[in-house]
């Protein structure tokens, strides 16, 4: 069973629709987690920490269950800038910041 | 904010050659970088941690022979992988830590890897 395991997707969604993924994780003693975005060719790009409490920035909203081991990312009213490639991503081993990645998934936000 | 560089973005090889990839910390000083490899559509995966001063350590399955960290300095970390095949052509990123952070990661370019 993978650390992280994400729908690869592709999700192929309109202009202006509310598009959501999912994550679970394996391990319980997981300590942070975050949501990276990645285009095609580049590294990826931290887009937010997630927090059991949930936490919102603009069109993005993420949450943590730690009971289920599960995290969502919510896109709201999504552009075409949107499209990419969403990981989710869990640390744990202290302050060694090693990051596992999820298999990701490919979001397509067509006009 | 802080950048990571690697040198190079891009490079191709033959079967046989060994390669060298540079990490910079540019404006900052990183004590651990990590190196990833990406295989077209897979997630990246974490290969080892490159520590300074001393071996860097490395992920289930990742031969440390074949994959040479070094860690020279507090700005650069080099992967050598040593005797290139097909098989090892991918993306290969490194990322540093974000000082006294667990949440800042920067990652630098990749640099792709094709083994003739």
């Known amino acids: 069973r993978k650390e992280v395991e994400q729908d690869p997707g592709p999700f192929n969604v309109p202009e202006g629709a509310t598009v959501a993924f999912n994550c679970t994780y394996s391990n319980s003693a997981s300590q942070s987690f975050f949501w990276y975005r990645q285009d095609c060719r580049k590294e990826p790009k931290l887009l937010m920490s997630v927090y059991s409490s949930g936490n919102e920035d603009g069109r993005f909203t993420a949450q943590l269950n730690r009971a289920s081991q599960y995290i969502s990312l919510l896109i709201r009213d999504s552009k075409l800038s949107d499209s990419a490639t969403y990981l989710c991503?869990?640390?744990?081993?202290?302050?060694?910041?090693?990051?596992?990645f999820g298999t990701g998934t490919l979001l397509a936000v067509q006009p | 904010g802080a950048v990571v560089s690697q040198h190079p973005s891009r490079v191709i090889c033959k079967s046989g050659t060994s390669v060298k990839i540079e990490c910079r910390s540019l404006?900052?000083?990183?004590?651990?970088m990590f190196w990833y490899r990406q295989f077209p559509k897979q997630s990246l995966m974490l290969m080892a941690t490159s520590n300074e001063g001393s071996k860097a350590t490395y992920e289930q399955g990742v031969e440390k022979d074949k994959f040479l960290i070094n860690h020279a300095s507090l700005t650069l970390s080099t992967l050598t992988v040593t005797s290139a095949h097909p098989e090892d052509s991918s993306f290969y990123i490194c990322?540093?830590?974000?000082?006294?952070?667990?949440?800042?990661?920067?990652f630098g370019p990749g640099t792709r890897l094709t083994v003739l």
């Open positions: 404006d900052f000083q990183a004590t651990t």
């Open positions: 991503v869990v640390t744990y081993g202290g302050a060694t910041n090693k990051l596992i």
């Open positions: 990322s540093a830590p974000g000082y006294g952070s667990t949440d800042t990661q920067y």
